[in-house]
């Protein structure tokens, strides 16, 4: 269940985001679950770096219904997912940021694997350098619905941990809570800049 402080954590996420332009030009959103049934997601069109408690739509998880009328985000099929799959989680972050969109049409297979970095540990069940990260990338779709199909068919794979890339789009993360969803974005978004910034180097 959540709670007002957790939504104003939520919003203070997002203003951090929007600070970093991670979600520029009213791009990216971010949701809370409330409970089994229900969550809070941004509304379109909103910029990230100036919400309010107001800015944030109650959807029903198991059918995206808006009882209010009003319009969430176009990627709330990403979230509810997200939720349904995963009860223990509580919170859900999409970004574009310039890394995880480059780095994503990069990357030609499946996954995104990171080896050898110290922040690996940022994420949950990570405990050491030497483990590799592997995150899944799904190619990108304007059909949201084939896309959270897409997804869904992959989920017995296991490496649906703490987040995914779409490729060309940007990354969706989440965490038991905003906290630790905070914390997987943070840590997932150093990981890939200093991947990216590998690659520039050994090709230079």
């Given at each position: 269940m959540s709670t007002p402080d957790a939504l104003a954590q939520l919003i203070a996420t997002c203003h951090w985001i929007g600070a970093r332009g991670w979600a520029p030009a009213t791009g990216g959103n971010m949701s809370l679950r409330q409970d089994a049934r229900y969550c809070l997601l941004s509304e379109s069109g909103k910029d990230k770096g100036s919400l309010s408690a107001d800015d944030f739509i109650q959807v029903e998880i198991a059918s995206n219904h808006v009882s209010s009328g009003r319009r969430?985000?176009?990627?709330?099929?990403?979230?509810?997912?997200?939720?349904?799959?995963?009860?223990e989680a509580g919170s859900v972050l999409h970004v574009h940021t310039v890394n995880t969109t480059v780095l994503s049409r990069l990357t030609t297979g499946p996954t995104l694997e990171i080896q050898g970095y110290e922040m690996q540990k940022a994420l949950a069940g990570q405990y050491s350098h030497l483990d590799t990260v592997t995150v899944p990338l799904f190619d990108n779709d304007q059909d949201i619905a084939a896309l959270v199909q897409r997804i869904e068919a992959s989920a017995d794979s296991a490496l649906l941990r703490y987040g995914f890339l779409l490729r060309g789009h940007g990354l969706t993360c989440w965490g038991r809570d905003v906290s630790e969803a905070r914390r997987h974005l943070e840590g997932l978004e150093f990981l890939f800049q200093c991947e990216l910034q590998r690659r520039i180097l050994e090709k230079s």
């Open positions: 969430p985000s176009a990627e709330t099929g990403l979230h509810t997912l997200i939720y349904r799959l995963f009860p």
